[in-house]
């Protein structure tokens, strides 16, 4: 259960698939030769696309709960089907919890958690229609698993997240699998805004144990695997795509103090 006969004949909405982690998803389903289309408040500088085809872009402020049932309605009308949904669009500033107001926190919690909810169920209404049902892919991160300074709402947002998933997993079976990607860091073109220029994106890949940051390539292979018949067993799961995680501060900590003696 939770994808359509072909390949080709698949349907994947990607949102926020414009660029980033979301544009190497969209670019890894176009390599399959599905039909994507990606959407955000606004267009891409350069169609996403790849040697098998471009994306088709549609506009939807996916905080807008009207506007993105509407998206998925026209979808619908379009292509008469949806098999795959990557729930992509989110991510936060840096800000110390008690030093942000409390509305854009909120705003940060909506974006990251209930805009998927909202699409979720838009994609569902669609999805259950179709005798090969379909498949919902979440967009999580360690900063769900983990404390996450500095973003906290963030952080809160893809543990819910997560959690969402694995409800939406039991209540849409068997027909449509729901599942999270689990990302940790990953190399895109505002990778300097969070890590700072080359030599510090280097010093940040030094902490990750495979040494190097994600590339968005990698994320979209593992998203396509999700949603692949190969993975037609696996739904309420998490994926981790992380480079193994992060090193535990302690052990740098006891080396240097082993130094010290």
Same mark, same amino acid.
């Given at each position: 259960m939770g994808g359509a006969e072909g390949e080709s004949d698949r349907v994947v909405v990607v949102t926020g698939g414009t660029r980033g982690v979301g544009a190497g998803i969209a670019r890894a389903f176009l390599d399959t030769g599905a039909r994507v289309v990606v959407c955000a408040r606004r267009p891409p500088e350069r169609p996403v696309?790849? /040697?098998? *085809?471009?994306a088709r872009f549609l506009p939807v402020d996916l905080r807008d =709960? /009207? *506007? +993105?049932r509407a998206f998925f309605t026209r979808v619908d009308e379009t292509y008469g089907r949806l098999d +795959? $949904?990557?729930?992509?669009?989110?991510?936060?500033?840096f800000q110390p919890l008690g030093e942000g107001a409390d509305e854009r926190h909120a705003r940060i919690l909506g974006l990251n958690l209930l805009a998927p909810l909202t699409a979720s169920l838009a994609a569902y209404r669609v999805m259950r229609r179709q005798p090969e049902g379909g498949c919902v892919l979440m967009t999580g991160s360690v900063s769900g698993t983990r404390p996450s300074p500095g973003t906290a709402a963030y952080g809160a947002a893809k543990a819910g997240l997560e959690n969402l998933a694995r409800t %939406? @997993? +039991?209540?849409w079976a068997p027909a449509i699998r729901v599942n999270t990607l +689990? $990302? *940790? %860091?990953?190399?895109?073109?505002?990778a300097h805004l969070h890590y700072g220029d080359e030599d510090g994106v280097a010093a940040v890949a030094r902490t990750v144990p495979a040494g190097r940051l =994600?590339?968005? @390539?990698?994320? *979209?292979a593992a998203a396509v695997f999700l949603a692949s018949p190969? @993975?037609?067993y696996i739904t309420g799961a998490s994926l981790l795509v992380h480079g193994g995680g992060e090193r535990p501060a302690f052990l740098d900590a006891a080396a240097a103090h082993h130094k010290e003696r």
């Open positions: 696309a790849t /040697d098998r *085809g471009s =709960a /009207d *506007g +993105v +795959v $949904l990557v729930n992509n669009a989110g991510g936060s500033p %939406m @997993a +039991v209540e +689990v $990302l *940790g %860091m990953v190399r895109t073109a505002s =994600a590339e968005p @390539a990698e994320i *979209g190969d @993975a037609a």
